[in-house]
């Protein structure tokens, strides 16, 4: 080894002070043992080798790493935590919350939502009702076709509502919403395929589809959300609308017309004009006096009055299936114009209008239905 050590220089004149003087000697690292310098020998610093003939110098010995902090304190920089059970208790900040996975919603208890979907459902289709009861005080001749074609509008209201909004107006008031399994929105298909089920369990068989939603467990499924792969869960949670798709506009225009074309296809059997000569005398009586709407229940009476002084002056019928006809036409008329006249009477004699009489009102629409279908059967349809 050298026992070179720097020399003082003489300072230069006009030198900053301190210039030519020795470096200072190196101060001590805090983490150093206390105590006296060792004299076993000269040190030995880590560039430099051991003496000839002596093993290397022992390592120091490592400081333990901190592992946990005082609280308000971040750990030490470049140390490693210890896992274990309290791993999140030692990691978590104050005032920060730790991010928690949401909860899966096939494992969620929705079984304390059966009187709000039962409710929902109830409320939705007194809606529908309102809708259908309106439609049939405004279309006085409805078909076949009208009431397929009521249905699919039912289908649509639902189908529409569910896929824009992902509830009706019932599931909006009871604080509802349909989603897929994973949580997701649902798309058009899904919830086309869960409420044409659902019409059909209404309709069909209500008490099976609620059996089957209390058996399928706290998922709490009917037979629609099965077959779609939905669920209905409470409209807390974050929701986002569906990619838009053509379907929905295709699904309600495939069933409105489907509920026409099928109502047309089933309907035209009995519609179809009789060709017998004396028939068709009395289909086109029949057409002339109800070609304007009747206004009120005078009107009505007008008209059904009209049709039996036409039908009492045409010549005796030549053949059997004439003289059926007649007979039946005659019978139908006469009983709509006994109860027309006999509630135009009790409505004149309260003098409160023609709802104080709601009883044999109901009588004379259910006498108008059953004589339109008598009078289609027989090759009449403007009867």
């Known amino acids: 080894m050298s026992d070179w050590k720097p020399q003082e220089r003489a300072a230069k004149p ?198 089957v939603m209390v058996f399928s467990g706290p998922r709490r499924q009917r037979i629609g959300d099965l077959a779609a792969g939905t669920i209905v869960r409470e409209d807390y949670h974050s929701w986002r609308p569906a990619p838009s798709s053509p379907l929905v506009v295709i699904y309600p225009v495939l069933w409105a017309s489907a509920a026409l074309f099928f109502g047309a296809m089933m309907g035209s059997s009995s519609t179809h004009l009789s060709s017998d000569p004396y028939m068709q005398q009395i289909n086109a009586i029949c057409r002339n006096a109800g070609a304007s709407r009747p206004i009120g229940l005078e009107h009505a009476e007008l008209q059904v009055a009209q049709v039996l002084r036409g039908v009492e002056a045409l010549p005796p019928p030549p053949n059997p299936t004439a003289v059926h006809g007649r007979r039946v036409v005659l019978k139908w008329f006469r009983r709509v114009d006994r109860i027309l006249t006999q509630i135009i009477a009790d409505t004149r004699a309260s003098g409160r209008g023609p709802m104080t009489v709601a009883g044999d009102l109901l009588q004379l629409r259910t006498v108008v239905q059953k004589a339109r279908t008598a009078t289609h059967e027989l090759g009449l349809p403007n009867c």
């Open 14 to 211: 006009g030198a900053p002070p301190g210039w030519g003087t020795a470096f200072p000697p190196e101060k001590p690292r805090r983490d150093a043992a206390a105590g006296p310098p060792a004299s076993q020998g000269p040190a030995v610093t880590p560039y430099q080798s051991a003496p000839y003939g002596e093993g290397p110098p022992a390592a120091p010995a490592p400081t333990p790493a901190r592992t946990h902090s005082a609280p308000g304190v971040s750990p030490l920089y470049g140390t490693q935590p210890v896992y274990g059970p309290n791993t999140l208790d030692a990691v978590a900040m104050p005032g920060v919350p730790l991010s928690i996975l949401p909860a899966d919603p096939m494992t969620e208890s929705r079984s304390h939502l059966d009187g709000q979907r039962v409710l929902a459902a109830i409320i939705d289709w007194l809606l529908m009702a309102g809708g259908i009861v309106a439609a049939w005080r405004l279309i006085h001749h409805w078909t076949l076709s009208t009431y397929f074609l009521t249905l699919a509008c039912c289908v649509i209201y639902l189908f529409v509502s569910e896929v824009l909004f992902g509830q009706t107006l019932g599931k909006r008031w009871m604080g509802l919403r349909v989603v897929k399994r994973d949580g997701s929105s649902a798309g058009a298909a899904a919830i086309a395929a869960r409420n044409v089920i659902g019409v059909w369990e209404v309709l069909s068989a209500p008490l099976i589809g609620y059996l």
